[in-house]
């Protein structure tokens, strides 16, 4: 019934429960996280779906070995083998999850998110941790996509088949040898895709938290490395370790990281010179550090990213005179 | 004669009170010092040129921006310290257009948004949504700006907030739909106590709704008082001069306008009316009326002052 | 019921209020015991502030123009039988035309003899004249 005397305002109200609770929002988030990544889901799936059918095909239908002057390979061609290998591009993805994750809202441009009643750095980190849940169903999706098509296309389970390319710069003409091995999947490295990705996320997550144009960073940053590492090839091809190593091929670079690989540069003695590229073979004890290292680094990184809002130096600075004054 | 428009209001609590807010962009000072008070239940109507540093004061209160200096408190709480307690308390309508997520429908939105505030009132959503015709199907971003505003109005309303901050709330909106708008702000008032601040351009509108109004010039307030006082105190005189008329010495620092016709001259001046009257008849000019200014034109006098 | 108010107007929005309520029970518009819109719907309707409205409500029930019955709304009184409520329309009235008179340069004495004049005329004057 309407009343005509209003209620007389009350003075300011006792803290009512008017805070979200904090596993409502982490539902929400996981929940809004998909809805967001959809579209790079579907891309994916509808990718995972032509590749499978394409594989199919091929496998029913052997293709002849390859031949020819300077080339020696040969081509087994036993089906498709289901190895950690299989979700290799669900790693890649990773790098561009948070991409996806992030659209639209690069620091500059997250009014909304922050205008929520959640502490704002608390906030991202339960985003950040939704995208990476969704991130890790991607790679068992591919996991055991990568399964079924092993077993219809008669592959081997639990085995890697894996490329090693020799190349040497004496004699001539400079010879390629590719020579194509068959290991056995050792345990450890099933968990390879699921830190792989991760750490793949996390440095995605940085590029997206902290910059309002992320994939300028990401890719600007490899074809920077890459430019370097041919530079400094051409330059002087016998100190091509350096910053590439750090990054990538080395005893801690990424490729370490992700699968307990690097690339190791051998320098052959004798006349002239020669250059011989081998890729180790994973390795538990290269594999733990490097990883660790890159997903400490990863999660360090992305918990400030995850704070940063354009101003927080500002208010460091400010924070740092008032401690200074008081 | 006071000739000084006041700047601070002396009934408390203050659900808003900033102490010499300061923000600057690189070189430039949106806010040098900002005094803002605004009462409990008051329905405080913001307003200043473009650039005057509104929209950066509404930023500050919620912690959407950090503060260069002084303070601010939303409910006695700072901020920038217990931001989740006062934007819970908050229901806010941006200035901007795009706000929430342009790839979601809107209904989904509303439903991302009331999880965030569990005092959301479905039935009170609903109502709104019926009344301000959004449809839960479009897509954000396809939203036009209009349509856009309604959204972001539902979702300051909806959660019954002690506390409505709206920046141009009514930016968007084709005449009906404003003034439709007014009539449900004017209803979710009377239903629950709820504290306003607005920052708007269209003063004419919320003149019946606003009860304190507070000027902001230069990233300060110029004046902050109750819109009564603000009636009573700035009036606009209407008097016809002599030929050698010299002017009202007493009123030099009150006037805030002045036009004419002729010989009738026409001044905005702030002061009691009675002195006021005195002044002028005792310096030969015959007043022949005396009237109250509407909203816009006493803001337009206050801001046309010269410092 | 239509209400006409003006923020332009000299008088505080909530005697304009008032005034209208006033009106509306000389003209009969509004009878005794005739309910009065709720603060939140005259609020809505007027988009005006609640606060203002009830202010309105308050003060006509203290003059004994209106009264309220607690969960059910405000009512208009009995009317007077001396003749207040009408005398107090017409003092507004005239204030207004006074105001208005002064500032064309006219005297009260000049007023009143136009009024006069207006009402002799049989084509102009109030149809609804007693």
């Excluded at chain 1, 429960?17 to 996981?30: D, F, I, K, S, T």
């Excluded at chain 1, 690069?106 to 950040?128: I, N």
Aim: hydrophobic share 45%.
């Amino acid at each position: 019934m309407p009343s005509d005397t209003l209620p007389r305002v009350p003075p300011l109200a006792p803290a009512q429960p008017r805070l979200p609770r904090l596993g409502a929002v982490a539902r929400e988030q996981l929940r809004a996280a998909g809805l967001a990544l959809r579209p790079e889901l579907i891309g994916l799936a509808l990718l995972l779906l032509g590749f499978g059918v394409l594989q199919l095909l091929s496998a029913l239908a052997p293709e002849p070995p390859l031949s020819g002057p300077g080339v020696h390979a040969r081509m087994e061609n036993s089906g498709l083998n289901f190895s950690p290998g299989s979700a290799g591009l669900g790693v890649w993805l990773a790098f561009l999850t948070p991409v996806f994750l992030w659209r639209n809202e690069g620091p500059t441009r997250r009014d909304y998110f922050w205008s929520l009643p959640v502490e704002q750095s608390r906030h991202a980190l339960l985003r950040l941790g939704a995208g990476w849940a969704w991130q890790m169903a991607v790679i068992v999706a591919l996991l055991l996509f990568g399964l079924a098509l092993a077993v219809l296309t008669d592959g081997e389970l639990g085995v890697m088949t894996r490329g090693v390319s020799s190349m040497g710069t004496s004699g001539h003409p400079p010879s390629a040898v590719y020579r194509s091995l068959s290991v056995p999947v050792l345990s450890w490295q099933w968990v390879t895709p699921f830190t792989a990705a991760t750490i793949a996320y996390l440095i995605g997550s940085v590029a997206a938290l902290a910059s309002d144009y992320p994939l300028r960073w990401l890719l600007g940053g490899t074809i920077a490395l890459v430019l370097l590492h041919t530079v400094l090839e051409t330059v002087s091809p016998l100190d091509v370790e350096g910053p590439f190593d750090l990054v990538w091929a080395g005893r801690f670079g990424l490729r370490a990281a992700m699968n307990g690989e690097r690339w190791v540069w051998e320098r052959l003695a004798g006349s002239g010179w020669s250059l011989e590229r081998t890729i180790a073979q994973p390795d538990v004890s290269l594999w733990l550090p490097a990883m660790l290292l890159w997903l400490g680094a990863g999660a360090a990184a992305a918990y400030l990213a995850a704070g940063y809002r354009p101003g927080t130096l500002g208010r460091l600075r400010r924070w740092g005179w008032e401690k200074r004054a008081g | 004669m006071a000739s000084v428009l006041p700047l601070r209001l002396d009934e408390s609590p203050f659900v808003v009170a900033a102490h010499g807010l300061e923000k600057r962009f690189g070189r430039q000072r949106a806010l040098a010092g900002l005094e803002l008070q605004v009462p409990e239940g008051a329905v405080y109507v913001l307003v200043g040129p473009n650039g005057a540093g509104k929209t950066t004061a509404l930023k500050l209160l919620l912690d959407l921006l950090p503060a260069d200096g002084g303070r601010a408190e939303v409910f006695g709480l700072d901020p920038y310290r217990a931001g989740p307690a006062v934007r819970a308390r908050v229901g806010y309508v941006p200035e901007r257009h795009d706000w929430g997520y342009g790839w979601m429908r809107v209904g989904r939105l509303l439903r991302h948004h009331a999880t965030y505030f569990p005092a959301w009132d479905a039935a009170y959503a609903e109502r709104l949504a019926h009344a301000f015709g959004i449809d839960p199907d479009r897509r954000v971003g396809q939203l036009s700006k209009g349509q856009a505003r309604r959204v972001h109005l539902l979702m300051a309303m909806a959660h019954r907030p002690p506390l409505l901050l709206l920046d141009e709330p009514t930016d968007g909106l084709d005449p009906l739909a404003r003034d439709a708008t007014l009539g449900l702000l004017a209803e979710h008032l009377a239903d629950a106590p709820t504290t306003v601040l607005i920052s708007t351009h269209l003063v004419h509108e919320v003149e019946r709704l606003a009860d304190h109004v507070g000027v902001l010039r230069d990233g300060r307030l110029s004046a902050q008082l109750p819109l009564a006082m603000l009636h009573c105190g700035l009036r606009r005189y209407r008097a016809d001069v002599p030929e050698d008329w010299a002017g009202a010495a007493g009123l030099n620092g009150a006037v805030l306008r002045r036009a004419g016709l002729g010989r009738e001259i026409q001044w905005s001046v702030w002061g009691e009316e009675a002195e006021v009257v005195r002044q002028l008849a005792a310096s030969g000019a015959t007043v022949r009326d005396v009237a109250p200014l509407p909203l816009e034109d006493a803001v337009l006098a206050l801001l046309s002052r010269k410092e | 019921m239509q209400l006409s108010i003006n923020p332009a107007d000299a008088r505080p929005l909530y005697v304009q209020i008032m005034d209208e309520v006033r009106r509306a029970r000389v003209l009969g518009t509004l009878r005794p015991d005739d309910a009065l819109p709720s603060v939140r719907q005259l609020a809505a309707e007027l988009r005006v502030n609640p606060n203002t409205v009830a202010q309105a409500y308050r003060e006509l029930e203290r003059d004994g123009v209106v009264y309220v019955r607690r969960g059910q709304g405000t009512f208009i009184a009995e009317a007077q039988v001396d003749g207040t409520a009408r005398g107090i329309l017409a003092r507004g009235v005239a204030e207004r035309a006074l105001l208005d008179a002064h500032r064309h340069g006219l005297g009260a004495g000049e007023l009143i003899e136009a009024i006069r004049a207006l009402a002799r005329e049989p084509a102009t004057s109030n149809p609804g004249e007693p």
